[in-house]
Structure formats: C-alpha cells, structure tokens
C-alpha cells in the first residue's frame, strides 16, 4: 500500500486550474464544495447558478444553435480540430486535475482525456460524413433523398466517474452535427468540467482568430444541482438530453423528456458479467477479469461484476483471483505504482458494506471488501477490492453497486449460463472467454449475450470511441460516442423533389381537378 501525497491537492488543484485557463472567481466565494476523493480535502468552493441564469442560458444557447447550424459541417469540425489540439496539449494537467478530482489512477486520468481526443479526431472526419440516403421513388421524374439537419441545444448531463470523457462524446459530436451544448457535470467533479469548458473556450477564441463563424454562447456549463439538470430536462428549447448516471436518474429523467416530446439518450447503470469457459486462456482471462472488476476502483458503467466461471476451471482460476485481489496495489491514485484508489465518498462506501452484508447473508463468502487506511488520508475511503463466491445469482447480484465487488459464481452448463448471464435488468456490456468457436459465436448470437456490448476474451470494460456504446433494458437504450450514434443528434428529412411536368400520386391515388 502506498501514502498519499503529502502536497496540498488543494493547492495542486488551483495550479493546474489556472493553466488550464479557469478564472479565479470560478473558484472560490460559492457553496458547492469541490472535493478530493484522494483525501477529503475540499479543493475549491464555487459559485453555483440559479435555475434562473440556466433557463437564460438555454435560451443563449438556442440563439447560438440558430446561428451555427448554418455554418458547414466541415468549418464546425474545425472548431473540433482545434479542440483536440488544446487537449493533447493540456492532456497532463487535465488527466492529472481529473485524477485528483475523481480518484482515478493517473493512466486513467490520462486515458480519459485520450478518449476526449479520440472522440475529436472521430468527430473531424465525421463533419464530412453526415449523410443521408438516395431513396428508390415509384414515381417517375422524382428524386426522393433524406437530409440530416442539426436539431438545437443538446443538454449532457454527465457522472463524476467518466466527469470529462463522457461529456467529449456528446460534445463533439453534437457542435459537428450542428447543435450548440448545455453540460450539468456532477456536482461531486465541477472542476474538471470547469477546466475542460476553459480548454474549450481556448479553442474557439482560436476558431474565431482564423475567421471562423462561431456564435457567442454555443457552450455553456452549469455548476450545481438538480435543479440545474431539471432545468434541462424541462425546457423545450432543449430537443435532446444526453444523461448518464443510475438507473433512478435515467426513471426521472426519460418520462420527463419524453413528456414534452423530447428525445434522450441514457447511458444507466450496467450489471456487466462475463462468462469463463473450460477452454478459456487463464492467464489471459486472469488480467482481462482483474482489470474489469477492480479497475477505476469498481466504478465504472461497464464494470465487470458477475463471473460465472465453468466448474472444470473454478478451482484454477478462482484462487489465483483471490491472491491477486489480496496483493493489489491500493493507495493514493497520483502515485504510480498504485493501481486502485479511492472511493468517490462516504456514501458510496456505506452502499459497498451494505451490499456485501447482504450477500453474506445471502451465503456468499467474501474475501477482502474491508476500508483500507492510507497513511495521510483519514479522509480518503479506500478500500480492498471484495470478491464474493456465490452460491446463486440472488439478493445484491442483481442490481449495480457503484463500488469494485466481484459475485463469482460456478456453471456447468452452457445454455443454463446464458440464460442466468441475461436474467438482470441491466444490459450494458458483456463477455466471454472461450477459444471454443461454437460458445463465442453463441453468446454474440441473437440468442446470445442481450447487452449492447459483447467481447470475446477481453472484459467488459474500456471500450473504444470507435463503436456505439451503451446498453438495453435498464441501462436506457441509448447509443453515444462512435459507429451511427450521430444521427441521435441531428434531425433526419424526407425530401420528395418532382422534376417532370405532371403530379403523379403516390400509391397511385387520382385526384384530378
Ligand atoms: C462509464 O463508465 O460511464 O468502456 C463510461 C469504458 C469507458 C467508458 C465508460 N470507455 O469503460
């Protein structure tokens, strides 16, 4: 176990804030507490908005939307350009405030903003793809085609796990495809939201400096709580809401879109298992299951949670799981030889006893799970990653606990298994490790794995910007980031062009007057 820093984070925080670009009177003179998972520290207190100033800065927004839907595709994927140059610039200060701020090991931190400049790079190309279809019409001397037009203001309302990269999907495509951006970060991570608008703002003053035509007010982020987000939520100036968080989040935020006629996507919460097979490299299974289940202290969307490991390799496999979650590193994430920090708070410490109580009482057998002290951080809630063994998949399997807790549980029969790997409410993402052909191929059959995301012999986790990513059933049905998930954010129109003389009608209706 390492110590944590000795440095004031608080001071190494408003450093890096500052060359980052935020103002100081972002920081200080407020009520919400900026904090470091890594101590408790508060970092900064910041002024929040009122739900007042956020209506008027949807409203801005709109007028920004009016303007820059009008400017091509291509000059707004230069604003993208130049977005993901001051990031790969400011890429260590970003991914070491992250680090800070949410408790990430610093590759994390870093790789967090890598996934900002690939998602850019993915946007850049994209400002000259957003195409539509040529459509076979049955009437003669007719043209009939779709066009996708920007669609308005975009909210993205995002978690305090992914507090920047997240957003970076949303973002860069929605300022591609036309639209201008509202963002309700986490109240638990305002500061990394603060400095990744500040980046942002660089890169528009740039955009602007080389004559691009970037309206005033095209981004904006809001700082404080709920009723910021609701303010989102509510406004019909905003036609789509981008949000990710817990289920409970996605249950009030859906039906309210959805009252006004707005559209979401919602990237909830994940119960991601993966299944071992007899024929299953072990080595390889061994790091791609310690990575999923322990990684980013247990909290990320796609955490691996659920093993269903076949009975001819359990007692293989499942022993050597245990040593490795005896020996990882735990300590302060800015050091590098750890590999697990903290906890995000107190709370979601208090839901890891819980949930592990109730597995105990549910005849698990638990190993580690308990609060580990770091020299220096009375404050930090660190803990030893828990791996449960299960008799059955009951009682806190199934739901998501935001905290690295590993069910395990044997299988001997394939199709028995796929049928207990797809009975949560969740379906985010999901895997299997086989080198049998035959089980791969069935779990990423229809009848397969019913998560949005399927791997074979890598874990659940850390996926590419490159392909859609989100989940079924209770993780909301949203797509964000690579693939077509584009089209999301724009609005699509049918047009029907007559170029001859005569009005024949469709399905052959006459109407002759
Ligand atoms: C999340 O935890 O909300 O696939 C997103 C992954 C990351 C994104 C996770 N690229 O684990």
Redesign the pocket.
Known sequence: MTAATPLSLAAEASSLLSSLGVAPERLSGGTLAARSPITGETLALLPEHTAEQATSLIADAHTAFRAWRSVPAPQRGELIRLFGEDLRAAKADLGRLVSIEAGKILSEGLGEVQ?MIDICDFAVGLSRQLYGLTIATERGEHRMMETWHPLGVTGIIS?F??PV??WAWNAALALVCGNSIVWKPSEKTPLTALATEALFQRSLDRFIAAGGKAPANLSAVLIGGRALGEALVDNPLVPLVSA?GSTVMGRAVGPRVAQRFGRSIL?LGGNNAAIICPTADLDLTLRGVAFAAMGTAGQ???TLRRLFVHDSVYDTLVPRLIKAYGSVSIGSPLQPSTLIGPLIDQAAFDAMQSSLAAAKAAGGVIHGGDRTEVAEAPNGYYVRPALVEMPAQTGPVEHETFAPILYVMKYSDFEQVLELHNAVPQGL?SSIFTNDLREAELFLSARGSDCGIANVNIGP?????GGA?GGEKETGGGRESGSDSWKAYMRRATNTINYGRSLPLAQGVKFDI
Do not use: K, Q
Request: glycine share 6%; aromatic share 12%; proline share 0%.
């Open positions: 996934e978690a796990n992914f990269a997240v990710t990237e990320r969307c796609t993402s986790s850390g996926a590419e910007i990513f």
